[in-house]
């Protein structure tokens, strides 16, 4: 009797185990993609090269909705929007130009902001944004630059935030 009762409890708590499992996996699955890519006006072979003459430093970013929600989100000003770090040849941080940090000191203080784009996107779909990545971090020397992107996820989606693969570009003189 004994031996049945405690098959029967193992049996119960290694299917409780499994379906928790199986539903840990589902939650892994990407809910928001978000995959960066040199702006396409710096086709190059090799590594994608930028001037270091103050020349805008772009990259596009693909973001897209992997969940069965549709989610909501806004573009305002990429240095919010978007947590990007970006690091040199060293793997060192490069800092904030005093533009960003501008900006980043008048989140909420102010009605204006550069764009005010209501993004809406169903399960399955895609939109791109471009962030000048010149104009938001210290990269006048020249050198070997890695950079990433990270955004929170739409409400809809829940908390978590999705992060981009890392591109490197050279800035050139």
Partial sequence: MKKMLAKKVLGTAGIALFVLASSGAKD?????????????????????????????????????????????????????????????????????????????????????????IGVRLKPGQATQDAIDVGYLYKMSHPGTYSIQVQRRLGEELGTGIATSNTIKIAVVP
Avoid: M, W
Avoid at 43 to 62: H, M, Q, W, Y
């Fill in 28 to 116: 892994k699955v990407a809910r928001f993609e978000i995959t960066i890519r040199p702006s396409p006006d710096c086709a190059t072979e090799g590594l994608p090269e930028f001037k270091a003459d103050g020349s805008r430093i772009c990259v596009v970013v693909n973001i897209k909705n992997s969940s069965s929600r549709i989610t909501h989100f806004a573009l305002t000003d990429p240095a919010f929007d978007y947590l990007t770090q970006v690091a040199d040849a060293d793997g060192n941080p490069v800092p904030d130009t005093e533009e960003c940090r501008k900006t980043k000191e008048n989140v909420g203080k102010s009605n204006s902001v550069p764009r005010n």
